[in-house]
């Protein structure tokens, strides 16, 4: 049995598996299949400062070796989640990071707040949605406004803080270094890559939203990639996540530099995905002889 | 809402209509949870989504349910390559299903096509308290009037075209039965036009309750992904719920159409 745990940013995981935001919602549905103290942590679905209705339906369409999904952050806002979910997760005997959005550096400075009166373990901040017109995706996609939001939010809250960096732009590693020098505690990423379907009989987008963000096996090779570059470029440690299925994907985005690992749409496919790779992956350390899932952290030997 | 995961053998497989198949599974802890109107979510190899079918029969005794699904591309199609014997991997019983009413005295059932399998459940349970309206494109899309007939039920019969029954849609049929009045419950499942066209026919008439099962892109099938979303007026209040958790049976009046 190798030993499976992993420290980001001083807070420690049994594990390195966490369930990524937006799939595992506030983990009620899934613990009809496992006790959530299985997993290393939980990220919980993506919270705004007040209610938000999400998209128009169709939110979900295939795509080959993933899904793309415009759900448009449905929740119910900061207050309900803190009064009526947060609490249930602390018990859960897991770390939970806590996923949050905004339309504003100043309504995400604010949720942070509110969250750093409360017992949760970490902040996710959100700046990578690419499914609201507002916020989201726009504030990770210029250094400017990566690094103003992310310091509003410094600002707010001493929990430690994760900002959830966005595929979708021209260089990652930038974007990265302006979030770190705003004081993020952490990096997660990838977030899901823009996308789009039509149906060619109506010669309609499936989605209402017209695009989406496309997660799954297909994406796992971006991950990889964007994972590497970046742990080469900043000194603060990554949540790596994008397309993981199994316990070797998950290593191999350790091995591109990943302190811990997300996984999203494979729940979709098997909701005992994230207990399976935690399973697969001690099965791979104890063949490979490796004592600690630690050892394996950015130890790609690359050409 | 209890479920559970597993792969469980298919122990009958049936060829319906063209592209239409039949399946009967042994799976007695699922069985024993269902309840009319719910579904399974049948994961597929080469698939990341997996494909919300709904329950056709439930038998509690032999520990079996019953699916008939149309194909309809090709995640469905590689669902009918299974055969007698093969495992098949399901996520169920997902969803809140029909209200049955025991006191109600006189029902319609109805289903659009492809809706049609789930009123069979309920059929079952109302036998000749309820009448059985069913509609197809066209003779050789007609399936179930067998099974139909056994509960005691009535049964009438449209198709499009009018190749078998009555030519046209059921709502025709429909709106003559509830306009002589007494129905106490009317429960559909079908295309979207058909449904908003029943719905505003049962309010029309005060029946007590309507029912109507929805069909949405889905992606956990549990609640927890929010990608199902259907709008509903709650209070005044229009906001969404989900397909799959807190549907797919929704009470008519509140969808918002």
Redesign the interface.
């Given at each position: 049995m190798a030993d499976l745990s992993v420290n980001v940013a001083g807070v420690e995981f049994k594990n390195p598996i966490i369930p990524a935001s937006?799939?595992?919602?506030y983990g009620?549905?899934?613990e009809?299949?496992y006790p959530l103290s299985k997993l290393g942590g939980i990220a919980t679905?993506g919270t705004t400062g007040t209610l938000r209705?999400?998209?128009?339906?169709?939110?979900?369409?295939?795509?080959p070796?993933?899904?793309l999904?415009s759900?448009g952050l449905?929740n119910p806002g900061i207050d309900t989640f803190i009064e009526k979910e947060l609490p249930n997760l602390l018990t859960k005997d897991t770390v939970i990071l806590a996923n949050i959005a905004g339309s504003t550096p100043e309504e995400c400075a604010e949720v942070a707040a509110k969250l750093d009166k409360t017992d949760v373990h970490m902040i996710e901040l959100n700046i990578s949605c690419p499914n609201v017109k507002q916020g989201g995706a726009a504030f990770g996609t210029s250094c400017t406004s990566a690094e103003a939001v992310t310091a509003a939010v410094r600002k707010a809250t001493s929990k430690p803080l994760v900002v959830k960096l966005s595929p979708n732009v021209t260089s990652i590693t930038e974007i990265a270094k302006a979030v770190e020098s705003a004081g993020a505690d952490a990096l997660s990423m990838i977030n899901t890559l823009l996308g789009m379907r039509i149906d060619v009989r109506t010669r309609r987008p499936?989605l209402r939203n017209n695009v989406g963000g496309l997660s799954?096996?297909a994406i796992l090779p971006v991950a990889v990639r964007m994972i590497w570059q970046t742990a080469n470029a900043v000194s603060i440690p990554i949540i790596g996540m994008g397309g993981v299925s199994t316990g070797e994907d998950a290593i191999e985005l350790m091995m591109a530099g990943a302190s811990a690992v997300q996984v999203g749409?494979a729940?979709?496919?098997?909701?005992?995905a994230p207990i399976k790779i935690v399973d697969e992956m001690n099965d791979f350390l104890d063949a490979q002889g490796i004592a600690s899932v630690r050892d394996v952290i950015g130890t790609v030997q690359p050409w | 809402m209890k479920y559970t995961q597993g792969q469980y053998p298919i122990i009958e497989k049936k060829t319906l209509a063209k592209e239409m198949y039949s399946f009967v599974i042994l799976c007695p802890e699922v069985a024993e949870m269902a309840s009319p109107g719910q579904f399974v979510h049948i994961r597929i190899g080469s698939f990341t989504l997996r494909r919300p079918i709904s329950i056709c029969e439930i038998d509690k005794v032999k520990g079996t349910l019953r699916i008939v699904f149309e194909v309809r591309g090709k995640g469905t199609a590689e669902i009918a390559a299974l055969n007698k014997g093969d495992l098949i991997d399901m996520l169920a019983p997902l969803g809140h299903g029909f209200t049955v009413n025991p006191d109600a005295k006189k029902v319609i059932l109805i289903g659009g096509g492809i809706g049609t399998p789930p009123m069979l459940p309920l059929a079952q349970i109302y036998g000749e308290k309820a009448t059985v309206i069913t509609g197809f494109r066209s003779a050789n899309a007609v399936i179930l009037q067998e099974d139909f007939k056994k509960t005691g039920a009535e049964t009438i019969l449209c198709t499009d075209d009018g190749t078998m029954g009555i030519g046209g849609f059921v709502t025709q049929p429909f709106e003559t039965l509830v306009n002589l009045g007494d129905i106490d419950a009317v429960y559909a499942c079908g295309p979207m036009p058909m449904l908003r066209g029943i719905a505003a026919l049962a309010k029309a008439n005060n029946v007590p309750l309507c029912e109507v099962s929805l069909e949405e892109r889905m992606a956990c099938g549990v609640g927890a992904c929010l990608g199902c979303a259907c709008k509903v007026k709650r209070n005044d209040e229009e906001y969404f719920l989900h397909v799959c958790k807190n549907g797919p049976v929704f009470n008519a009046e509140e969808v918002v159409w």
């Amino acid at each position: 049995m190798a030993d499976l745990s992993v420290n980001v940013a001083g807070v420690e995981f049994k594990n390195p598996i966490i369930p990524a935001s937006g799939v595992f919602g506030y983990g009620r549905e899934y613990e009809e299949f496992y006790p959530l103290s299985k997993l290393g942590g939980i990220a919980t679905k993506g919270t705004t400062g007040t209610l938000r209705t999400g998209n128009l339906s169709p939110r979900i369409a295939e795509t080959p070796a993933g899904m793309l999904n415009s759900v448009g952050l449905q929740n119910p806002g900061i207050d309900t989640f803190i009064e009526k979910e947060l609490p249930n997760l602390l018990t859960k005997d897991t770390v939970i990071l806590a996923n949050i959005a905004g339309s504003t550096p100043e309504e995400c400075a604010e949720v942070a707040a509110k969250l750093d009166k409360t017992d949760v373990h970490m902040i996710e901040l959100n700046i990578s949605c690419p499914n609201v017109k507002q916020g989201g995706a726009a504030f990770g996609t210029s250094c400017t406004s990566a690094e103003a939001v992310t310091a509003a939010v410094r600002k707010a809250t001493s929990k430690p803080l994760v900002v959830k960096l966005s595929p979708n732009v021209t260089s990652i590693t930038e974007i990265a270094k302006a979030v770190e020098s705003a004081g993020a505690d952490a990096l997660s990423m990838i977030n899901t890559l823009l996308g789009m379907r039509i149906d060619v009989r109506t010669r309609r987008p499936i989605l209402r939203n017209n695009v989406g963000g496309l997660s799954g096996p297909a994406i796992l090779p971006v991950a990889v990639r964007m994972i590497w570059q970046t742990a080469n470029a900043v000194s603060i440690p990554i949540i790596g996540m994008g397309g993981v299925s199994t316990g070797e994907d998950a290593i191999e985005l350790m091995m591109a530099g990943a302190s811990a690992v997300q996984v999203g749409a494979a729940i979709f496919t098997d909701p005992y995905a994230p207990i399976k790779i935690v399973d697969e992956m001690n099965d791979f350390l104890d063949a490979q002889g490796i004592a600690s899932v630690r050892d394996v952290i950015g130890t790609v030997q690359p050409w | 809402m209890k479920y559970t995961q597993g792969q469980y053998p298919i122990i009958e497989k049936k060829t319906l209509a063209k592209e239409m198949y039949s399946f009967v599974i042994l799976c007695p802890e699922v069985a024993e949870m269902a309840s009319p109107g719910q579904f399974v979510h049948i994961r597929i190899g080469s698939f990341t989504l997996r494909r919300p079918i709904s329950i056709c029969e439930i038998d509690k005794v032999k520990g079996t349910l019953r699916i008939v699904f149309e194909v309809r591309g090709k995640g469905t199609a590689e669902i009918a390559a299974l055969n007698k014997g093969d495992l098949i991997d399901m996520l169920a019983p997902l969803g809140h299903g029909f209200t049955v009413n025991p006191d109600a005295k006189k029902v319609i059932l109805i289903g659009g096509g492809i809706g049609t399998p789930p009123m069979l459940p309920l059929a079952q349970i109302y036998g000749e308290k309820a009448t059985v309206i069913t509609g197809f494109r066209s003779a050789n899309a007609v399936i179930l009037q067998e099974d139909f007939k056994k509960t005691g039920a009535e049964t009438i019969l449209c198709t499009d075209d009018g190749t078998m029954g009555i030519g046209g849609f059921v709502t025709q049929p429909f709106e003559t039965l509830v306009n002589l009045g007494d129905i106490d419950a009317v429960y559909a499942c079908g295309p979207m036009p058909m449904l908003r066209g029943i719905a505003a026919l049962a309010k029309a008439n005060n029946v007590p309750l309507c029912e109507v099962s929805l069909e949405e892109r889905m992606a956990c099938g549990v609640g927890a992904c929010l990608g199902c979303a259907c709008k509903v007026k709650r209070n005044d209040e229009e906001y969404f719920l989900h397909v799959c958790k807190n549907g797919p049976v929704f009470n008519a009046e509140e969808v918002v159409w």
